[in-house]
């Protein structure tokens, strides 16, 4: 089961904040977070491998809530450079290299 | 440490034939994944190979194929080829699975004509 990523996109003035959230209606056992920008391949931003696991790269910062099968990422002070879109992903099963990724959400930041 | 690499990076085809693909991982990863990313259905999980072995398969017909060999470098196959097979192909490599962060490739462009 595919995860849902909301919003579908989002546009942002410099300086603003911004929420992904990633949800699924199975059991989520991690969560993987990757940033793509045009023509380019995604980049792995953080993994959370277990409830209530926050973690923090500069200002984007990610949050896991197992029971609510839920997770947040967070972009703080947005910068030009956070434009792309960002997919969440889940594992397919156990410890593989198997990720269901969301449809992912664009965010785009504005001078 | 050299990353991901994909090669070809670019490939054009005509309905019917046949593609292979190739993927080599960072040095020390044994598992390799293949996704397919279009426009309309976004990243599609298609294979996993760990230690020469498919250990997953997505929802892909037997057209797409893939090995890996004992330096765990990978080829996805694609054979008969179809219009809709046109996509990026991204390979990720990672130490052994899904506890791992995946370092992706940069693709292979496939168009088929």
């Known amino acids: 089961q595919q995860p849902v990523q909301s919003p579908q996109a989002v546009i942002l003035r410099e300086g603003e904040d911004a929420v992904i959230n990633c949800s699924s209606s199975k059991a989520l056992y991690s969560v993987h977070w990757y940033r793509q920008k045009h023509g380019e391949a995604p980049v792995f931003l953080m993994i959370l491998l277990k409830g209530g696991e926050q973690k923090g790269h500069e200002k984007i910062s990610a949050s896991f809530n197992e029971k609510k099968q839920q997770s947040s990422l967070y972009l703080t002070a947005s910068q030009l450079s956070y434009s792309g879109t960002y997919f969440c992903?889940?594992?397919?099963?156990?410890?593989?290299?198997?990720?269901?990724f969301g449809q992912g959400t664009t965010l785009q930041v504005k001078p | 440490k050299a990353g991901v690499t994909q090669t070809p990076r670019y490939l054009i085809k005509t309905r019917g034939q046949q593609v292979t693909l190739s993927c080599s991982p960072i040095s020390g990863h044994r598992s390799v994944s293949w996704y397919q990313q279009t426009p309309g259905q976004g990243l599609q999980f298609l294979f996993e190979?760990?230690?020469?072995?498919?250990?997953n398969k997505g929802n892909f017909p037997g057209r797409f194929s893939g090995r890996q060999f004992s330096n765990s470098r990978s080829e996805m196959n694609v054979s008969t080829l179809e219009l809709g097979d046109s996509a990026l192909y991204l390979c990720a490599s990672s130490l052994d699975g899904t506890s791992n962060e995946q370092f992706f490739g940069p693709g292979t462009r496939l168009t088929v004509l």
């Open positions: 190979y760990f230690s020469e072995t498919q250990r």
């Open positions: 992903g889940s594992p397919g099963s156990g410890n593989t290299g198997k990720l269901i």
